[in-house]
């Protein structure tokens, strides 16, 4: 009998200017490696919580040649390891389309895996524990580049949840919120 | 001369792209159809677009048992036909069938009917009342139909025929006919625009399993306050409307796991957000866009209602770190924790 995997998994498209210092590993690129051997074993540690920015530019430059097609998703993200060439990537379910868009306006991406949810995703890369990162891919449209300009996690542990708030979670977000040109 | 190849299906693509083929294609399909006359699927990708009003008649009243329609992209569409003869239809997709204007009363009877999409059809106009009829409906995308849904409902005696119709067909539909009693007397007060949403969300709230709703793009500037009664939608796209704030009974929608507002470039105030009261065996999937909305202000309130938006909807992740002290059950199914159940499967790898 195959039980069903009980978890849970939250997706958050919001503003936001900078990714908050909760986020305690921060990397300034389109991927983070990711440590899980650490936390595994803890029966305190509940899950992961991601967060990455990024920011729409202009660009006549990009004739979006390689992807015509206007529905092709703009921003991808996952849990991979860089020695499998297999990739599971989700879409955000989000339009960037030149006469759409509001351009230089920051958002932040945060995703949220319980414990059952990610332990779920690295069983795809059974026997090995290193290499593992977060990662995201971007496939700017026509007329647009697309940037994501940093990604950063915490693993969340039980006594995480009973202090955490939403100043943390999005911090200095809201005082800062700006346009820049 | 055209090389075609073996498969039967890449010889008759090839056929169809040639223009002037229209009256072999027929004779062609008519053939296949003869042979094939328990076909459930049909894709219209093959046409390229250029479809026969008259083939899709006779297609009808060949395949009675068809389940799935797949229009999308006939760009020469204008009406689809009377759909009384497939009546086992499932999915009935029109999908960018920019030109199309009328869809038969007759849609209005698919009781079978799950999924209907008829995104970017701009100019089709439709009397909802029809929505009434499609009991099993699951998914409905609506999103660019800003015609349909910004049409002021008029009140004509086909309309009343028709549901009166619908009516005595069904004993399904009990309950909304006295809103549809009371609808004459709208004509006392100038009607809003917004009067066909509000009449298809009173109609949808009587669709017992409504999972998806996508009315994205429709140049909406309000959202009635009936959209808290589909209590069963899971995901609701309301991206790229014109609407300044949401009404607070959206919080009501205590199934919802996904909304989008992507592109509200007039969206200000975010409302109170559902939180889900029935957990799922299989696990929560939570999300939420908030992507390009310009004018969105009193940011730290949104932050705070988004964060408890999030954190109430985790509870069942903090109930589960409960369960993982058991180290050494690999698999444990059902548990109870008062009334509330799940099943979860807890893998731990190396417990060697």
């Known amino acids: 009998m195959q ?65 015509p097609d206007s ?15 297999t990739r599971y990537h989700f879409i955000v379910p989000i339009h ?20 059952e949810q990610f332990i779920h995703l690295l069983s795809r890369y059974p026997n090995t524990m290193h290499g593992i990162q977060f990662e995201t891919v971007v496939t700017s449209p026509q007329g647009l580049r697309v940037v994501v300009k ?22 200095g977000n809201s005082s800062s919120r700006r346009r820049n040109s | 001369m055209i090389k075609y190849k073996d498969t039967f299906f890449s010889f008759f693509s090839l056929l169809l792209h040639k223009k002037k083929g229209e009256r072999l294609i027929f004779y062609l399909f008519s053939l296949l159809v003869a042979q094939i006359k328990k076909l459930r699927v049909i894709f219209f990708y093959l046409f390229n677009g250029k479809l026969k009003f008259s083939l899709l008649v006779f297609l009808f009243q060949c395949l009675p048992n068809l389940r799935r329609l797949d229009l999308s992209h006939s760009k020469n569409l204008i009406e689809v036909p009377d759909l009384s003869d497939v009546p086992l239809l499932t999915d009935l997709i029109l999908e960018g069938c ?24 701009k100019k089709l106009f439709l009397n909802l009342n029809v929505i009434f009829g499609l009991s099993s409906l699951r998914r409905l995308i609506l999103s660019g139909c800003s015609k349909l849904l910004n049409s002021k409902m008029l009140m004509d005696q086909r309309y009343t025929e028709h549901l009166e119709n619908v009516d ?61 009664n589909l209590r069963s939608l899971k995901y609701l796209n309301l991206g790229g409307n014109e609407f300044v704030t949401l009404p607070s009974t959206i919080k009501e929608l205590s199934n919802l796991q996904r909304l989008n507002l992507e592109h509200c470039k007039q969206l200000k105030y975010l409302p109170e957000l559902p939180t889900i009261k029935e957990k799922t065996k299989v696990g929560y999937y939570g999300e939420l866009y908030i992507f390009d909305c310009p004018k969105l202000s009193e940011m730290e309130k949104c932050y705070s209602m988004v964060f408890s938006w999030m954190m109430q909807n985790l509870e069942v992740t903090t109930i589960l770190s409960f369960v993982s002290h058991f180290c050494f059950v690999r698999y444990l199914s059902i548990t109870e924790f008062g009334d509330f159940r799940f099943t979860c499967n807890l893998l731990f790898p190396q417990l060697r």
């Open chain 1, 150 to 171: 940093n990604c950063g996690y915490r693993w969340v542990f039980k006594e995480d949840l009973q202090q955490l708030n939403s100043n943390m979670f999005f911090s």
């Open chain 1, 96 to 115: 960037f389309r030149k006469d759409l868009v509001t351009l230089e306006l920051d958002h932040l991406l945060t995703v949220f895996y319980s414990r």
């Open chain 2, 168 to 228: 005595k067909n069904t004993n399904v539909i009990q309950l909304p006919l006295y809103k549809l009693l009371m609808f004459p007397f709208h004509f006392f007060s100038p009607p809003k625009p917004e009067d066909s949403l509000g009449l298809l969300l009173s109609s949808l709230s009587c669709i017992p399993c409504l999972l998806d709703l996508d009315i994205s793009f429709c140049n909406l500037h309000q959202i009635p306050d009936e959209i808290g």
């Open chain 1, 71 to 85: 529905s092709y998703p703009t921003i991808v993200y996952g849990v991979s390891n860089v020695h499998h060439s």
């Open chain 2, 98 to 121: 920019t030109e199309i204007i009328q869809i038969d009363q007759s849609i209005g009877f698919l009781r079978e009917l799950q999924y209907l999409n008829l995104k970017n059809c």
């Open chain 1, 3 to 67: 039980p069903t995997i009980s978890s849970a998994e939250m997706t958050i498209v919001i503003p936001g200017t900078h990714i908050p210092k909760w986020f305690d590993k921060q990397n300034a690129s389109t991927s983070i490696n990711m440590d899980p051997s650490t936390v595994l074993d803890d029966p305190n540690w509940i899950g992961v919580a991601i967060c990455v920015l990024f920011v729409t530019h202009k660009d006549p430059m990009n004739l979006g040649e390689r992807y």
